[in-house]
């Protein structure tokens, strides 16, 4: 849910003006400022940002005391409640522009956010800022807008999934999380999890996972539209295993 503040302010460096909004998130509400207009998209929270919110919520378990790393963070309203919530060791990323990355930090100290939270600045396909990534879990919502990013998007993934080293050098068990149905899944260490529910053309959409797979990225729908992904695993003689 969201209510508007009634409040916008137009910054006289660089002319942008925002909008502050109070949003619900499950257990708390937060203040965040949102562009007004942004040529990237990344001015408002997006349907898949609060129902994602809450399948985290609702899967815990497989989350908390993970080394994360948001892509498309926008406003970055998601990863703050993960760290409010959770205090959930979180990075925010996004197109290298620097009025996004000083919203992020301006969002964080509204809500109570100190130190901010560290932030990268990372085009989708091009090189990342690390060559070493040590992020266990990458999380995203709603950011398969555009198909003609999807080949470079899955060129991050790839880097970000197959270059992955633990940040302490030591292997960690999979995070194991029960259902409410009975039925448990563990979550691997790296993955890509992603909620999707804006509106495109089912084609599209396909396009998206099909190119993970044929990337030799492993797709699976945890429901709720929630989506992991993660390097497809391998026999001892380097043959990928087909998962039936």
């Not at 996004?94 to 009025?99: R, S």
């Not at 800022?129 to 080949?151: E, M, R």
């Not at 495109?200 to 998206?208: P, V």
Request: glycine letters at 6%; proline letters at 5%; one cysteine or more.
């Amino acid at each position: 849910m969201t209510r508007d503040t009634s409040s916008s302010e137009e910054d006289t460096e660089t002319q942008q003006s925002y909008v502050e909004r109070r949003h619900k998130f499950p257990g708390m509400e937060l203040v965040i400022r949102e562009f007004s207009f942004h040529q990237l998209n990344a001015n408002l929270l997006w349907p898949g940002t609060f129902a994602f919110a809450e399948w985290l919520v609702e899967h815990r378990p497989s989350i908390e005391g993970r080394h994360c790393l948001e892509l498309g963070s926008g406003t970055g309203a998601l990863a703050i409640f993960l760290r409010r919530l959770l205090n959930l060791d979180i990075t925010t990323s996004d197109y290298n522009d620097q009025e996004i990355e000083e919203n992020i930090a301006h969002n964080c100290r509204v809500n109570g956010i100190a130190p901010v939270l560290p932030h990268i600045k990372h085009t989708w396909g091009d090189t990342f800022s690390t060559a070493d990534p040590d992020w266990d879990l990458i999380i995203a919502s709603d950011i398969l807008l555009y198909v003609k990013q999807y080949a470079n998007l899955i060129k991050t993934l790839l880097f970000l999934l197959k270059s992955y080293k633990p940040k302490d050098n030591k292997a960690r068990p999979q995070a194991s999380d029960e259902q409410s149905c009975g039925q448990s899944f563990s979550l691997p260490r790296p993955a890509f999890l992603m909620s999707w529910r804006r509106r495109i053309g089912k084609e599209d959409e396909s396009l998206f996972f099909s190119g993970c797979e044929d990337a030799g990225l492993e797709v699976k729908h945890l429901g709720s539209r929630v989506y992991c992904i993660k390097p497809r695993e391998t026999t001892t003689n380097g043959d990928q295993i087909e998962n039936i």
